[in-house]
């Protein structure tokens, strides 16, 4: 059995952080691995996570209501399998932008020894209830590392990578 990966949440005040600010402490569901954990404007809190074997597994995403268990998760990665966890600067990187949609980018699985792995990107759907079509980033650049996004409130959205 898998260890339970386990999440900080500090709550917060300002931007001054208090020695007694209360710290709760929340496995990963699913026994995920490499969460990524976010805070919306509502406070709700949304995690996305790992699953699977470290060559080939899938991206999962949730959200706690303070007070409330999880929702169902959804699958991140429309493609199973596509997305790996090889590695610390692997793992799912996310972000909340404009109208609380949630921004997905994550390194690809290799399907084939000649293929480049790719750096994916989706966001969560307008109604909330699943997530886009997974994109290719990436072109003929090899990827080496991780990659990183960012969104604003007036719907930008930033992808970068790492590759040679």
Do not use: C
């Not at 931007?15 to 509502?42: K, N």
């Amino acid at each position: 059995m898998k260890p339970h990966v386990l999440i900080a949440l500090a709550v917060l005040s300002g931007s001054r952080v208090s020695p007694a600010a209360p710290v709760e402490i929340l496995p990963t569901p699913g026994q995920g691995v490499q969460p990524r954990a976010l805070v919306a404007s509502d406070g709700s809190l949304q995690l996305v996570w790992y699953e699977g074997s470290e060559k080939g597994g899938d991206l999962w995403y949730a959200k706690r209501i303070e007070g409330r268990n999880f929702s169902k998760p959804l699958q991140v990665n429309g493609e199973p399998g596509t997305a790996v966890s090889a590695g610390t600067i692997r793992g799912a990187q996310a972000v909340i932008g404009k109208g609380e949609r949630v921004h997905v980018v994550w390194n690809g699985a290799m399907r084939h020894k000649r293929d480049r792995a790719p750096l994916y990107y989706t966001r969560l759907a307008a109604d909330g209830k699943t997530f886009e079509p997974q994109r290719a980033m990436s072109g003929d650049w090899i990827m080496d590392g991780g990659g990183a996004v960012a969104a604003d409130s007036l719907g930008h959205v930033h992808v970068f990578y790492h590759g040679a």
